[in-house]
């Protein structure tokens, strides 16, 4: 396994206002386009059923971003209790608020202001009373122990430089039986540890993507059993800025696991 696991080549408080930043600008300028697929062309990429797209605000679909369908990997059921870690807009949460209905719940965690903002109008907009956001961090989910039957996320790990403890925050909220089941990234060439260093390949969800061997080894040392790492598509390719992802075969991939 590479060492892509150990202390940050970054400063944590410089790289999460550096993350805020640009997804504040997803939040507030999602016209001006980004190193990553954004928006209603991104759905489509990631196979969102239509129908799914078309009962969504507006404002949620436009500043939507991630690198897989998190659904695509397992259904949700009616009156399931559902985290989404890092959830933007809202798209993926409103989404699972109707998948559950009105017997279930969603608890969405961002960091961002301009997101959480933004994801409380579209769930008030939607007219769906099962789903809240709370402001907080992976490494320390805003969340009870055992709450949850299914964790979700999209594209968020791979922001994370302690994933050890984002995915020890994702066992701890899960109940016994439970499953965790996100998108984010894997590499086929490790990130070397000079170009970690730089905060723009982070940001535009490069630098902090491991191998697939790794991130399996991680999930599984969280915890998790039955690890899948489901390849997905190149999801950076035709952005409208430029992105390097493609210089370290960055493609989006699925994770499931279970809690025992």
Not at 2 to 16: E, K
Not at 177 to 186: E, M, N, S, T, Y
Not at 194 to 221: F, H, K, M, N, P
Not at 236 to 248: E, I, K, L, M, V
Request: net charge negative; charged share 20%; hydrophobic share 45%.
């Amino acid at each position: 396994m590479t060492d892509t696991t150990t202390t940050p080549a970054v400063d944590l408080t410089t790289l999460r206002a550096a993350i805020r930043a640009e997804y504040a600008a997803v939040a507030e300028h999602p016209e001006q386009g980004f190193h990553f697929q954004t928006g209603a062309r991104l759905a489509a990429i990631l196979g969102y059923p239509q129908e799914w797209v078309e009962t969504l605000p507006a404002s949620a679909v436009e500043s939507m971003a991630g690198t897989g369908n998190p659904f695509a990997l397992g259904r949700l059921q009616p009156g399931e209790r559902i985290v989404d870690c890092g959830s933007g807009a809202g798209a993926d949460s409103l989404i699972a608020a109707r998948l559950v209905g009105a017997a279930g719940h969603v608890i969405g965690i961002d960091m961002t202001p301009e997101m959480l903002a933004k994801a409380r109008r579209n769930a008030e907009f939607a007219g769906l009373a099962n789903v809240e956001f709370r402001e907080g961090v992976l490494e320390a989910l805003p969340v009870t122990d055992g709450w949850a039957d299914v964790v979700i996320g999209n594209g968020v790990l791979n922001l994370v430089p302690d994933k050890a403890a984002a995915l020890g925050e994702m066992f701890r909220v899960l109940r016994s039986g439970g499953r965790v089941q996100f998108a984010d990234i894997v590499l086929d060439r490790p990130v070397p540890g000079g170009s970690r260093a730089d905060v723009s390949l982070w940001t535009g969800c490069i630098a902090g993507g491991l191998i697939e061997e790794d991130l399996r080894g991680l999930v599984e040392g969280a915890g998790f059993r039955d690890v899948e790492v489901r390849r997905g598509i190149d999801v950076f390719s035709g952005a409208p800025q430029h992105s390097d992802a493609a210089a370290f075969g960055t493609v989006g991939a699925g994770v499931l696991g279970h809690k025992p």
